[in-house]
């Protein structure tokens, strides 16, 4: 095999390398004396490109000093050196330069040393305009040349060890002392020059013999010098102490020696260096600053103000048209159980008579089939072409299908069947499986157990021996648990003035039975109520109750337990069922059915008369909904939907009519069929009502019992001791007028020896301030020494004693809310992840019936937004704080106020809930998560006329991160006004808190106490967010702005995320003091 060598290729690439050695030795050895001597273009080129190169290399020398002295302000020295000192586009200034400097160039420039000299002097600048150099080795009181002055320069003296990256000594600068080159600007006291930033003009100044400055630079050649001229710049501060250098608004700058001015169409900042092109509905006119995006906000003002409009109008369209379509479906499955029922009544009519031949089998038989007869008599060969005969036919065989199938399936649930004594007659079971998964279904479910239970008790109606025997022997009788409570020699003291207001009451209500209390106004009766129900606080209780005998808080029975109160404490923005199903889907087992669920609801609505009404709004104080006695009933039927086995209502008839007062009573009896346990306080019944009631408590002034027995016996109890009532009065209104004072009792008895004649009756023991009382004891004998000691008590001890009071009912109330009472009631409610859900949906259809207000507060923030991005326009030299802290002060008071509704409007329906057992930490975070809403809109609405109205450099995006961080923020802060104070209170700090931190956030720097208060002030954090967001943007020419405005506010370009971080904390700090609040200063 052959082996080629080519030897010619080794010599070419020997002569490359040599020739690449010598350039290289060429290009190291090329200095300004080259061109000095050769004046050659090639070389210029190349001594232009070394010089920069050289430059380039500064930022390497600098970046250990800069990261340690400017890291605040400069993160990636890289990027911001390129934003600045980038050149590459066009090196003339550079070339232009060592022209000029006959090569000198190099030695003229500034060194690492010099530089990080000025920037330290202009760092640790005091409050004056300009920046004032230290002085040094070159510009000092003993010495002081020519290039000391502003926009001149000299060379170093030992041009041989003069080295650029020397950043340790300042070299001697003597020699050749003339003005500074155009593009590069040379600072009073320093001799030397450095280059002009990116986005800066820096032309050779012109003299102006009368004023004798050198513009646009306003600085003054020296005096007596007369071959002294105008140079270049002589600084670079930033905007605010002097804006000379920089390339002025409505033109740009595309190299420091070359001034454009910008065309139509588009605009230029201050320090630009390309002028950028409007957006199409912009108005750009030439030598433009900034675009006029107004046109941008007149679009979004019209189309968010046809929003809310439409918003505005047709909010309550959406519900109403789901609440019409579940109405069909109600009201069809209504009619659907009523007319099975029927036919089913009428098939077993029929069927029963069949089986017995001597009720008249034939007339019944033709009776009952008269349809079918008729029918059958019409489908002849010559009538089958008539259309009513195909009618009949039609009709016919459907009610025939449909009596066949429910006699075939008899434990249908869509009817039911309602002999008395038979088999058929046990309890449907609601059906299993996808049957009952959609609204007709359980509709017809509900409806038919309805309609069979108007059935039973139509029946029962008229008894028979039979009928009796089937309700004894019937297993349909819904019980539920049972709870007895007995109470013996029950007092209630009020802490700090040891008084009475309720003593010695002894007795006991029981389940099954509907007992009444009355009594004189005083008399104790809602004390009574509360004090069995464990509502009662502030007072000292002797005595005991006992729940179904044993000696245990009937709080261990809340989740059975219900109490109506004397109020109408029912969400008036919501409809009669959305009240009703929301507490029974919180308060009934989880483990019952929707179907079931549906049920009960359908029948309290039934029972207490609501049908007509149902999808109707409760109403408010400025929005009228149902009447008075309705909105009673409703207020009733939030506790009968969650079955207790202990109903007690405080006033339940107070406002009602007397057959108002009748349904609703008839309906607590029939809940008293099943086992409940119910005690109402009533005011003078009628007498109809007052033979409805099977236990009556009558108790006096000062809270003593005068009767508590069965209604049937009190008449007899009071005739005996020699009270009679008159003919054609009631009962009551005569118990009630004698304990007033209005009528005084029959014979020697007076109305205080009424209640010591009820304890001798029982054999009660008698306090002993009452026995003055008793027959047969004179009243002086027995009066107790009054101790007038209390008059004698000083002022200081009085108010001491209050003191001590006020912090024991506090401490009382604390305990009350916090009390954990094992739970007894065998009912598992649901989860809170569930009852979360069931919030969530409640709220949702509030904020939806409120839309109008919530479109309000989005037309106040537009307004807001334009009258701010209008007038508080975000300024160059501050970097935009003075803008951005108007902003935050308007957005903070906005939405405060409008997130004080959240826990402001339905604060007593919420205390009402959360003693009934309704997790507060579902109602809390429901609440929170339907705002969160507001906080991702509202800074889109604000920003949306700010942001085009006032063009700030940031992004959209960010001012948007940042106010919704600042939504958060505030709106838990709203949080806790609007659960501690009042409505007014709460708007009022809402409007002084943002302005009040804002000043603080804003103070000076140097007082530790203002810095250490600022710092828990949100607005110091956004304000800082703010101006970090814009202040990346500011770069080139900028960045010793940039850097002056951070150093001044002793802000960190790194901390934006930390903004955001610890206003987010803040945020969920401010949540956890408002539910820690909710929960401990409830009133339950």
């Known amino acids: 095999m052959r082996v080629r060598v080519d030897v010619g290729r080794p010599q070419h690439i020997l002569l490359f390398f040599v020739f690449g050695l010598s350039f290289m030795s060429f290009a190291l050895s090329l200095d300004g004396d080259d061109y000095s001597k050769t004046g050659s273009p090639k070389v210029l080129i190349s001594v232009t490109n070394l010089i920069y190169n050289r430059l380039q290399n500064l930022k390497n020398v600098l970046k250990a000093d800069v990261d340690r002295d400017l890291g605040y302000c400069i993160k990636n020295l890289r990027n911001d050196w390129d934003e600045a000192f980038n050149f590459d586009k066009n090196l003339d200034f550079l070339s232009n330069c060592v022209k000029k400097t006959e090569g000198d160039l190099t030695i003229r420039l500034c060194t690492a040393a010099e530089i990080k000299f000025y920037f330290n002097s202009f760092v640790r600048r005091d409050e004056a305009t300009t920046v004032h150099v230290r002085p040094n080795v070159n510009c000092n009181l003993a010495k002081w040349v020519s290039g000391c002055e502003p926009g001149w320069s000299c060379n170093a003296d030992d041009s041989k060890r003069f080295d650029l990256n020397n950043g340790k000594v300042l070299p001697s600068r003597t020699k050749k002392c003339q003005p500074c080159c155009e593009g590069f600007f040379c600072p009073q006291g320093l001799a030397c020059m450095i280059p002009c930033p990116l986005g800066a003009y820096c032309p050779l100044a012109k003299l102006n013999k009368t004023t004798g400055i050198c513009e646009p630079y306003n600085y003054q050649i020296p005096p007596g010098k007369v071959n002294h001229t105008c140079g270049s710049a002589d600084s670079w501060v930033d905007a605010e102490s002097s804006g000379d250098m920089f390339c002025s608004p409505g033109s740009y700058c595309p190299t420091t020696i070359r001034k454009v001015t910008c065309s139509s169409g588009h605009y230029c900042r201050q320090g630009s260096t390309s002028q950028k092109p409007c957006f199409k509905l912009a108005t750009c006119n030439p030598n433009t600053a900034n675009q006029n995006i107004h046109a941008y906000g007149a679009i979004l003002i019209a189309a968010l103000s046809l929003l809310m409009l439409m918003v505005y109008n047709c909010s309550d369209q959406v519900l109403a048209t789901r609440e019409k379509r579940q109405a069909k479906s109600r009201e069809a499955a209504a009619r659907h159980a009523k007319e099975t029922t029927q036919a089913r009544e009428r098939w077993k009519s029929a069927r029963d008579v069949a089986k017995n031949p001597k009720l008249g089998l034939s007339a019944q038989l033709s009776q009952t089939f008269s349809r079918m007869k008729s029918a059958k008599k019409d489908a002849t060969p010559d009538n089958k072409a008539s259309g009513k005969s195909k009618e009949k036919k039609k009709g016919s065989t459907n009610l025939t299908k449909m009596m066949k199938s429910m006699e075939d399936n008899s434990n249908n649930n869509e009817g039911f069947n309602v002999g008395t004594g038979s088999k058929q007659g046990k309890k449907p079971q609601a059906p299993k499986g996808k049957q009952l998964h959609t609204q007709s279904q359980i509709f017809k479910y509900a409806y038919g157990q309805i309609e069979k239970e108007k059935a039973m008790e139509q029946n029962n109606k008229n008894l028979t021996f039979s009928g009796v025997i089937s309700m004894a022997t019937d297993t349909e009788i819904r019980t539920r648990p049972v709870i007895e409570v007995a109470f013996k020699d029950l007092t209630l003291t009020l802490k700090g003035k040891h008084k009475h207001i309720l003593r010695s009451v002894t007795g006991k209500i029981m389940p099954g039975r509907v007992s009444a209390v009355m009594g004189p106004s005083g008399a104790g009766k809602t004390t009574f109520l509360s004090a069995l129900a464990g509502k009662t606080t502030g007072c000292t209780r002797t005595g005991l109750i006992l729940i179904n005998g044993r000696n245990e808080s009937i709080n261990s029975y809340k989740k059975i337990t219900g109490f109506v109160p004397q109020d109408d404490v029912v969400h008036g923005n919501l409809t009669v069922e959305e009240n009703l199903r929301f507490s029974a889907r919180c308060r009934l087992s989880a483990y019952m059915s929707k179907a079931d669920k549906v049920l009960i609801i359908e029948r309290v609505i039934e029972s207490l008369g609501l049908q007509h009404v149902r999808d109707s709004l409760v109403g408010t104080v400025e929005k009228r909904g149902i009447s008075g006695g309705q909105r009673k009933r409703v207020n009733v039927g939030v506790e009968m939907v969650m079955e207790p086995s202990l109903l007690i209502l405080d006033e339940p008839t107070t406002g009602l009519d007397s057959a108002s007062s009748q349904l609703l ?420």
Request: aromatic share 12%; with cysteine.
């Open 665 to 1084: 009573l008839r309906a607590l009896r029939r809940e008293a069929l099943e086992g409940v346990n119910i005690c109402m306080v009533v005011h003078q019944p009628s007498y109809t009502m007052y033979k409805m009631f099977d236990d009556m408590i009558i108790l006096a002034k000062g809270g003593l019992t005068v009767y508590h027995g069965s209604v049937k016996k009190i008449e007899d109890y009071f005739a005996d001791i020699g009270i009679t009532v008159p003919d054609r009065v009631n009962p009551p209104d005569h118990y009630i007028d004698i304990l007033e004072g209005i009528v005084k009792p029959n014979g020697d008895i007076t109305v205080e020896q009424l209640p010591v004649r009820w304890m001798l009756h029982n054999g009660y023991p008698v306090p002993h301030d009452m026995l003055k009382f008793c027959d047969g004891l004179p009243s002086s004998s027995s009066t107790p020494a009054q101790d007038d000691s209390s008059d004698h008590n000083s002022f200081s001890n009085d108010l001491w004693q209050d003191v001590k009071t006020t912090v024991e009912i506090q401490k009382d109330q604390l305990q009350h809310n916090y009390s954990n009472s094992q739970d007894n009631s065998n009912r598992v409610t649901p989860t809170v992840g569930r009852q979360y859900r069931y919030f969530v949906g409640r709220v949702g259809k509030q904020r939806l019936r409120e839309a109008r207000l919530q479109a309000l507060d989005f037309l106040i923030l537009l307004v807001a937004g334009a009258c701010l991005g209008t007038l508080a326009k975000v300024n160059d030299e501050t970097i935009g704080s003075l803008g951005y802290t108007y902003t935050i002060i308007a957005v903070s008071l906005l939405c405060k106020i409008s997130a004080l509704r959240s826990f402001s409007v339905d604060k007593i329906q919420y205390w009402r809930e959360s003693a009934a057992g309704i997790s507060s930490l579902a109602h809390f975070l429901a609440k929170d998560t339907m705002d969160h809403l507001n906080t991702t809109m509202k800074p889109l609405v604000y920003l949306s006329m700010f942001y085009f109205f006032n063009n700030p450099r940031s992004s959209f995006g960010d001012n948007y991160i940042v106010l919704v961080c600042l939504v958060y923020c505030v709106t838990g802060m709203a949080y806790i006004f609007a659960i501690l104070y009042s409505p007014s209170a709460a708007q009022l700090l809402s409007v002084l808190v943002p302005v009040v931190m804002t000043l603080i956030a804003n103070q000076d720097k140097d007082s530790l106490v203002l810095k250490y208060l600022g710092s828990f002030c949100y607005p110091k954090w956004t304000l800082e967010a703010f101006v970090l967001s814009n202040a990346q943007r500011y770069s080139g020419v900028w960045v010793v702005t940039r850097c002056s405005s951070l150093s001044l506010n002793g802000y960190d370009l790194s901390d934006w995320i930390l903004c955001l971080i610890v206003l987010i904390l803040m945020g969920l700090i401010f949540r956890f003091i408002a539910y820690f609040c909710m929960v401990t200063f409830q009133k339950k």
